[in-house]
């Protein structure tokens, strides 16, 4: 009897649980979920006898390692920087690992150690990261079988509120992790245009606010996502001339974001104590408006947009202007910012996100040019079974299902899903569950 350990019960983790737990009833496994918030791990299980719970703290060794130790595979859906500690308690016990997120530095660090005990740390392994590792891997070494040189690659996705369900000027709501949401860009962007290296600046991440059309979903705009470069050798693509990976976002929340970043709403460096403060308070001190100027007229001139244009109204929406008082204690921009949009940003339990991402390759083969979209849209059922948890729960309990049934011979060393004896089978089962992508030569 197999044991597979869930490591997190949070908004990403509904499909997951649901889909080990119907095999977990089929093949007779046990399946714990560890997390910190009891109610969250029982919502989960609901009444499956083969789930159990463990309330615990995920930093603590002596709450943690015995679980990983009992168990023949650990799914962690835990923040990011948390995933080296189940790493290495794995690593200890011999014990497969599968998680979201992308390769830390640390978790680099343990491949060789990885490889050496013969064990499988499959990362990336979600929605973005993840299925677009797969999907674009498909699409490369299927170019390659066939002698093309591929010229151009460029990879969008996002997490999107359904067009059914937009109804505020900003078009987005929490589909996710709210926090990843202020932090997104953060870093800076690296990606190859043209056969140059070009980095952006996160101050400039949002401003340039350039365009694709998605058929059936219309204009979406896009910035460049983290370090593409570092993928050039993983996806095997020796002659590309351009190579990117983008977020996608309806077209008004870029201009909004840029606002923001602008003003200095966005910071994480500035806390300060906010008693006594009001939004409109904290926008004049982090403007440097002074009592006696009109606030609206003075954050204009900042962005040199006129009084009355959209972007302005899409902050006032947002209460940024309000006397409103702020919640007291020590707190910085990003902290006040993400109070302000959970406010105005979460779903109703009966609305829906969607996801959206393309992968736009070019290439030449018999010395004819060829340009190839392939094309995700997925809807999500309602708030909590969300198109963003089904993309990024599902492929992790896939691939852990196949490793225990013996469908997957699980390759070793800390890994991103980039290999066709992974991608194969798992990308034929999420097109079982629409999961699917369209294909199309224009």
Known sequence: MFTILIAGAGKSSIYLI???????????????????????????????????????????????????????????????????????????????LITSSYISDEMKEMDQAVKDAGLMFMCEMGLDPGIDHMSANKIIHGIHRVCGSITSFKSYCGGLVAPENDNNPWHYKFSWNPRNVITAGFGGAKYLSRGKHLEVVYEQMFEHNKKINIDGIGQLAYYPNRDSLRYLDLYDVPDIKTFMRATLRYPDFCIGWQALIQLGLTSQEDAFDTTGFTYASWLRLKSGCDSNTPLVAHIAGILQVAPNEKVMSMLEWLGLFSETPLKHGYNSSADLLLDLLMDNWQMAPEEKDMIVMQHEVEYLHKNNKVKLLSTLVLKGESRDFSAMAKTV??????????????????????????????????????????????????
């Open 393 to 442: 729960g599902l492929p992790m309990g896939m691939l852990a299902r196949m490793v225990l049934t013996k469908q997957i011979q699980p390759p070793v060393g800390v890994l991103l899903p980039n290999m066709q004896s992974v991608y194969r089978p798992l990308l034929i089962e999420l097109a079982h569950h629409d999961i699917e992508f369209n294909e199309v030569v224009v």
């Open 18 to 96: 649901k889909y080990l737990l119907n095999h977990a009833s089929r093949n007779k496994w046990k399946v714990i979920i560890a997390d910190g918030d009891a109610i969250s791990i029982a919502g989960k299980i609901g009444d499956s006898d083969y789930g159990e719970a463990a309330v615990i703290d995920i930093t603590s060794a002596a709450e943690r390692e015995p679980l990983v130790k009992m168990a023949d595979i650990v799914v962690s859906l835990m923040p990011p920087h948390l995933h080296i500690h189940l790493a290495k308690d794995c690593l200890k016990h011999k014990k497969n």
